[in-house]
């Protein structure tokens, strides 16, 4: 997998929000993902882009994406190479690439197969600024109820239940994608380990940002298959395997947020210290 830096591309011009989606075989998905964006944020009235990931796909998705760049300067592609183990490199690792390219003062996230619906996020972006919060989660607990299958709900309550124990966690819809944070908090997030994308508000509120949550839509996948097994053994196991690991570093291996900052000595006196964040 390609590493890019964590600056930001030379050619930032102000961009206000940058939207990620992570693609693994999404083709039939790409053209009206991009087109839902778009008409999502067209009236924005601020600049935006549009990243999408594509890991290490087997199929058009990213020739669809490169089709639908014609006339879009705001849609990028960034493309994951391949891992030795086969498959996709997963949402983590995607994440934390789409989230060293951007751009912008905001950064979004969505799913690629169009069950988050991008016409949130200029709600999403309104509650942020009227409730001066620094990360605003999704919850599709309302929408998903009625139409998810009974294991899936089982081993979500579970999965809650335990993240809420082990680890204090009281989001409601961790697992929901479609979130607005601001872009400090995405490069702070580490991405590195493996599944820490589902503990991303929790780790959030746990650096200190403040964490509010709203009702948003939920829809059938539009094409393709899901990447992500139901059954309590894919999903309830390694979730919970995740929790001890995440209670773990939180506990053991988070290094001092704050430093100071010795500046040079006056003429006369001691050194004049100023208190900066990490």
Sequence with gaps: MDGPTTDRPSDDRGVF????APAHDEEDNIVPLVEA???ALHDLGRPFEFLIVDDASTDETADRVRQMQQG????????????????GNGQSAAFKVGFERTRGELIAVLDADLQNDPHDL????DLMERTAADFVQGDRSQARRQGDPWIRQVTSLIGRWFRRLLLGDSIRDTGCSLRVMRREIALRLPLEFKGMHRFIPVTARDLGYRVVEMPVSHHPRHAGRTKYGMGIAKRAIPGLVDCFAVRWMRRRRRIPERVLEVAPPADHGAPTRHEVSS
């Design 122 to 125: 200029p709600a999403m972006l």
């Design 17 to 20: 929000l940058s939207v990620v």
């Design 72 to 87: 879009r300067p705001w849609l990028r592609l960034i493309s994951l190479s391949r891992p030795g183990t086969g498959g």
């Design 37 to 39: 964006v778009e008409d």
